[in-house]
């Protein structure tokens, strides 16, 4: 792997952040210019003059806060995706797709663990109430084919989500779903 070597300008001052996400360094006269890298990356983040130390400063600190925010947010997304889902065997899924027309598949779910669920594909009624539309209810334990998938779960403040090879599926909270068929 080719690693890109570091600029370091010559008689610069090093300012390092506090957990090493980030280092400056001030250069030039009165050490007005800044040039800064990410991680132990290679490749300037941003390299600015400004019109006194102060505003170098204070811009190398400002990124050094926002290094910080950017850590903290990706340590709750992680804390986030890593929750267990809150699925049970016997929970019918829905997966909504189409460009033209609205369709839905419906799946019921056959095996859980922490993070993942196992589906099986179930029929539907669908009651035409205009041109090839209409509204559509799962048929549980009406399974089709014998085939089980298996497909990433995760819970967060706006419900349940299953994984599908094209977006996503949600828990189906009772109510008939529009489906067209028309295109």
């Known amino acids: 792997m080719k ?13 390092e952040h ?22 132990q990356g290679g490749r300037a983040s941003w ?21 910080t925010s950017w850590q903290e947010r990706q340590a709750q997304w992680r804390a986030e995706a890593n929750k267990p889902h809150t699925l049970k065997v016997g929970d019918v899924i829905y997966n909504s797709w189409g460009y033209d027309q609205t369709n839905i598949d419906w799946y019921q779910v056959v095996r859980v663990s922490e993070h993942f669920v196992w589906l099986r594909r179930i029929g539907a009624n669908v009651k035409e109430t205009s041109f090839m539309a209409g509204p559509a209810i799962p048929k549980p334990n009406k399974f089709i084919g014998e085939e089980v998938t298996q497909h990433k779960a995760t819970t967060n403040e706006h419900g349940t989500h299953i994984t599908f090879e094209y977006g996503s599926g949600s828990k189906w909270d009772g109510q008939s779903l529009y489906c067209s068929w028309y295109a």
């Open 3 to 15: 690693t890109i070597p570091r600029y370091i300008p010559q008689d610069s001052e090093k300012l």
């Open 18 to 39: 506090p957990d090493g996400l980030g280092t400056v360094y001030l250069y030039g006269p009165e050490k007005r210019c800044a040039i800064a890298y990410k991680g």
């Open 47 to 67: 390299n600015y003059s400004f019109k006194g130390r102060e505003g170098a400063e204070k811009y190398a600190s400002d990124w050094f806060g926002s290094l």
